[in-house]
């Protein structure tokens, strides 16, 4: 019988949280996504902006979010108040943090798998595959059911003030950052991390097929 390490575990855990850090970073700087919910969601006419002046603003608030940015954010064309400005700031903190674990997650990825992979071991994709899977399933069901209450429920668990309720008159910046936009950012976070478990899946049968797992003996979780 084979059998899971309580190692294993901890080792889907470590993947779970560099795929979900890989997808935050990807689709952060994936600006494409944006620039077709320009025309999708119909912001120039929301906003009363033209397509350049958005489109300036946004590349100048990610530009901000990179970890390799130094400074305070400053929009080309859009006025912003303190509190608005804060709140960038913690969202930026964020973001780097995702970064930072992300970097962290990847090292430790390799390591592991390049000992794995000595010890013809390959459990520890299976694992990975289900644990990875299990938070977008639960983000996916929350957005499904009440995207508006999982939206509000997100500022709260992140932040500990109301900086992110924005007044258009004087942050018009939020006229351009509908809401439906960041559900669009969520879908592809959850669509990268399905693929990227699904990768982990489909190795790991393969692996299973030519190579054959290594037999444990120790007790642990029955698959």
């Not at 994709?125 to 996916?140: E, M």
């Not at 499904?144 to 999982?150: G, L, M, P, Q, W």
């Not at 992140?158 to 879908?187: E, G, K, Q, R, S």
């Amino acid at each position: 019988m084979r059998r899971f390490k309580i190692t294993d575990i901890l080792i889907g855990i470590v993947f779970t949280l560099l795929f979900i850090s890989a997808a935050v970073v990807v689709t952060i700087n994936f600006r494409p996504l944006y620039y077709l919910d320009i025309k999708l969601l119909h912001i120039e006419a929301s906003s009363g902006l033209s397509k350049a002046v958005i489109r300036e603003n946004y590349d100048a608030l990610i530009d901000y979010c990179s970890p390799f940015f130094r400074g305070d954010l400053r929009f080309p064309s859009l006025a912003a108040s303190e509190q608005g400005l804060y709140h960038f700031a913690e969202v930026k903190n964020i973001f780097d943090g995702f970064y930072i674990l992300g970097a962290i997650t990847l090292v430790l990825g390799i390591i592991i798998m390049i000992q794995k992979k000595k010890n013809r071991d390959y459990s520890y994709l299976l694992v990975s595959s289900i644990t990875a899977i299990v938070l977008p399933a639960i983000v996916a069901l929350g957005l499904s059911i009440d995207f508006d209450r999982s939206f509000v429920l997100f500022h709260k668990i992140f932040f500990n003030n109301d900086y992110w309720l924005f007044d258009p008159t004087t942050d018009p910046v939020i006229t351009i950052l509908p809401d439906t936009f960041f559900m669009h950012c969520a879908i592809m976070i959850i669509i990268i991390v399905v693929i990227l478990s699904a990768v982990f899946l489909t190795v790991y049968l393969q692996k299973r097929r030519h190579a054959g797992i290594k037999n444990r003996k120790n007790k642990g979780l029955k698959i």
